[in-house]
């Protein structure tokens, strides 16, 4: 009945706490993810996961498999993703740019005293005083 994400909650000392937090900022994933993945790596393989420091494992314990795994990204990919993130840091400047010519703005008109402001029902109101309303307007 589909897929659903459980929670699970344990306790740590604080050394194996920070120890998993630097873990985490090496591999630049967070916490959880460490986690994710060792879990991820003990159902893979039935629950015959031995952690060890990296110069204790020798080439016949590992997999071919490289650990952290590695993905090859074609060149267009990364091209097309510094384009994106270029665009967009162009993108934010011109919005803050945008942001402080109005804030400009509005500093303006909250300067001025408004004499200059013409409404348009003063207008309107006028032209009705020296007219009969009964005269239709005619062009």
Do not use: C
């Not at 344990?10 to 120890?19: C, G, L």
């Not at 900022?25 to 990296?54: C, K, T, W």
Request: net charge negative; hydrophobic share 30%.
């Amino acid at each position: 009945m589909g897929n659903k994400n459980k929670t699970i909650s344990f306790r740590v000392n604080e050394d194996a706490f920070e120890t998993l937090q630097e873990i985490a900022e090496e591999r630049d994933i967070s916490l959880s993810a460490v986690f994710r993945d060792y879990v991820d790596m003990l159902v893979a393989h039935d629950g015959q996961v031995a952690v060890m420091p990296e110069h204790e494992i020798s080439e016949e314990d590992t997999d071919e498999e490289e650990w952290p795994p590695k993905v090859k990204v074609p060149k267009s990919f990364v091209r097309e993703h510094e384009r994106l993130e270029l665009e967009a840091d162009h993108l934010r400047d011109q919005l803050d740019e945008y942001k402080q010519y109005v804030t400009k703005l509005r500093e303006e008109v909250d300067d001025d005293p408004g004499e200059d402001v013409i409404h348009l029902e003063d207008l309107d109101g006028s032209e009705t005083e020296d007219e009969d309303e009964d005269t239709p307007y005619v062009g």
